[in-house]
């Protein structure tokens, strides 16, 4: 409990005590020789230690022109009832509203635990060496290309490559995964994970601002402010509704008394009025579901920007994904190495071999230049492939054609490589292969080289996750890319996707989801999972974007609704189940809190409810609806 929260506990404690020694005195006939002045004096001790606080805001939010709210109800209804001389009930109301409160508060500490936690990735300092020692220094100090150290259990500070060292990273925070990563020299590291047993050097590759750290927790800063439209309703509902309630309760109190008598009772009726309209159950619980399946979502890995994209997980029927690195690993190797010489059996079996590997040699050291400097998947494959250094003194002039490869110029002579559609484009006479895997063809001053085929792996666990997702009620699964038909068709086929669109460019891909919303029912959502930055439009344009958060581009995280802190596609399908377990739970509490409340209300304008019941109606019914919403936190 905080401090605040135990503050509350001992003035319940308190004030339930002189409550019940008062209570004890009133029925045993102590107070029978006790006029009603003394008596009001008497009650308004234990009154006002449970509910100064509670008069305060009251007061204060009616200065501000914030009138109707539950502080005012309270006030109002306690009020009435040391009016007609109930002054038991109104000590009464007060103090189980406020252990309502406080039941509240613990809970929405519980639900807010976990993202807490995510709020403690933020690290206080980082190591640098100056004059051989180890200086701290504020991580927003450090710029990139600097050399940090993180020593043992520290927390990573930066985003950077190992440089030198070996230790198990602790992703737990970030990820939700309970096994560490093995880093070692030229290993990526993201901040916010802590560093296992080694000491590790690292050459920071991005700014304190850019960093992932500082992105999650300005995703995660930013989520309570996007709202689901049932939260939305709620809130609008609030607003007219405690005015009604006032004025109903109002008219109750004035207009039976002036036309039948009896002011005590009427105005007595008004008041147990005032404590059952009171909206805690709804104003609280609907939040709190919501901010409960938020804490589930990142107490596994999962980033959801706010409620409102909760709710719309909960309605997806049709998820469509990029394929390079989302249901992919987007790990290339080049696997086939086809110069110009070898397209035909005849000139296989005719040439030889030495002249071959020449050609073979030539064509992937070509091929490496041109794509020098890439960082794409494709071209750090050729880079390896080619396995020596080059020099890039060689290469100028590197254009890249969005869609189609690239133009560079690698001694002083125009190279083209790209696709099948580059070379059309061109109007190179080149020889198509049938080969699954990407095809990357390479021409020279207008004449074909020859191709090199790069082939990709589909990530473990690819198949599962869209297994998963038709079991949850997902009706359709759609693939989009780049990529060559044949290939696009293989995957698709192992992973059981219905329907693929490939060789498309990025704006092919706007178009493609745009095509698919229209056809779409109205209550349906489509959500589009991708990784890389020509992802954004299309994580923008669909109802729903999702986005890899390890791997991913930070455009691509930034466009996305929510994160998979750990890159994997499985926990998708958990992620719709927390979101429609959550909507059952909000909806739960919704109908049963106005349902309880429109009973009791007809009942207490009738004077058939005491304002034991009315309090029920109120506090009872906030508890429970509380603890209603409490079960998202479990993520099973």
Known sequence: MTKKQKTMSGRIVLAGILFAVLVVCEHTGRFDQTSALTQFVIYLVPYLVIGYDIIFKAFRNIRNG???DENFLMMLATFGAFGVQEYSEAVAVMLFYQVGELFQSYAVGKSRQSIADMMDICPEYANIEQDGRLVQVDPDDVEPGSTIVIKPGERIPLDG?????????????????????RAVVGDEIISGCVNGSGTLRVRVTKEFDDSTVAKILELVENASSKKAKVENFITRFAKYYTPVVTIAAAALAVIPP???GGWAQWVQRACIFLVISCPCALVISVPLGFFGGIGAASAIGVLVKGSNYLEAVAEMTTIVFDKTGTLTKGEFQVTRILPRQSDTEHMAQTEPKAERQAAEEKLLETAALGEGYSNHPIALSLREAYGKEMDMERVS?????AGYG???????????????????????????????????YVAQEGQFLGAVVISDTIKEGAKQALSDMKKIGVKKSVMLTGDREKTAQSVAQELGIDEIHAQLLPADKVSCVEQLLKNQPEKERLAFVGDGINDAPVLTRADLGIAMG???????????????????????AAIVRISRKTMRIVKQNI????????????????????????VFADVGVSVIAIVNSMRTLRTK
């Open 258 to 260: 002036l036309l039948f």
């Open 406 to 440: 690239v133009r560079v110029q690698v001694d002083g002579k125009e190279v083209l490589l790209g696709n099948e559609k580059l070379m059309q484009k061109e109007q190179i006479s080149y020889v198509p292969y049938d080969s699954i895997g990407t095809v990357v």
């Open 161 to 181: 490559i190992v440089t030198d060292g070996e230790s198990l990273i602790d992703t737990a925070a970030l990820t939700g995964e309970s096994v560490p990563r």
């Open 397 to 401: 002039g590197a254009e890249e054609i």
């Open 550 to 572: 390890s791997m991913g581009s930070d455009a691509a995280i930034e466009a996305a609704d929510i994160v998979l802190m750990d890159d994997d596609i499985q926990k998708i």
């Open 591 to 614: 109908i049963f809190a106005l349902g309880v409340k429109a009973l009791v209300l007809l009942l207490g304008a009738f004077g058939a409810a005491n304002m034991w019941e009315a």
């Open 66 to 68: 914030q009138v109707f």
